[in-house]
């Protein structure tokens, strides 16, 4: 699971006097920002709550920093996805860019762990298409896809919209990266590593990753 759309809006500059400086730059609805040192990155931990990641990286590039998902730039146009529940960094979209003592303790059975991965997927879905829809592009992509579910076990389910399986098969591929990256990302938090994705259209199985590959996918479809 993977992601692609970028996250817009005006902002004061920021200097924090830290290792790494993140500056904003304000217009009307667009927004350029300094990327951030590595060495911020380094400080974050899951389970920080969001006054403690603004101190450490400043704010989001965004207005709407309140919100529950953040990016952050890093390098090479890429950005770092922080996802919060309420007040608490649950998870991010690459954890070998912030703290290696990354978890936070947390006693929970596997029906609960199941429970609040759903929940992530759930909630960061609804975000992104908040986000599509106010015209940020670098989460079109998650128009395509209803829902995402983890069956607890080593499968995670895509719910497609209709006209999924029309598309190109690039295009396909490009958006079951992103979700294999996302997926990753929420079940690392859970310290589940190995899964299989399957994608459906209208309760109709439409593909799925290829030899336990989640960099190459198989569809009915391919155009």
Request: proline share 1%.
């Amino acid at each position: 699971m993977k992601l692609n759309h970028g996250l817009m809006l005006g902002l004061a500059c920021l200097s924090l006097g830290l290792a790494g400086t993140v500056t904003y730059q304000a217009t009307t609805d667009t927004i350029q920002a300094n990327t951030v040192s590595t060495k911020n990155f380094k400080q974050v931990k899951l389970g920080m709550n969001k006054r403690q990641v603004i101190d450490t990286l400043g704010k989001p590039a965004h207005d709407k920093y309140e919100a529950n998902v953040w990016t952050y730039p890093v390098k090479d146009k890429q950005v770092l996805t922080l996802i919060f529940k309420k007040d608490t960094l649950e998870n991010v979209s690459d954890h070998t860019l912030i703290s290696s003592k990354n978890s936070v303790a947390k006693k929970a059975s596997a029906k609960t762990k199941r429970q609040n991965i759903n929940t992530a997927f759930s909630d960061y879905f609804k975000q992104a298409h908040e986000y599509a829809k106010a015209g940020q592009t670098e989460f079109s992509w998650s128009t395509m896809i209803q829902k995402v579910t983890f069956d607890g076990d080593d499968e995670i389910k895509v719910s497609t919209v209709d006209g999924f399986n029309d598309t190109v098969a690039t295009e396909k591929n490009m958006i079951a990266k992103k979700i294999a990256e996302l997926s990753k990302s929420f079940l690392h938090r859970y310290n589940k590593k190995d899964f299989d994705l399957e994608f459906y259209e209208n309760k109709h199985e439409v593909g799925s990753n290829k030899n336990d590959s989640l960099t190459k996918f198989e569809w009915k479809n391919n155009n």
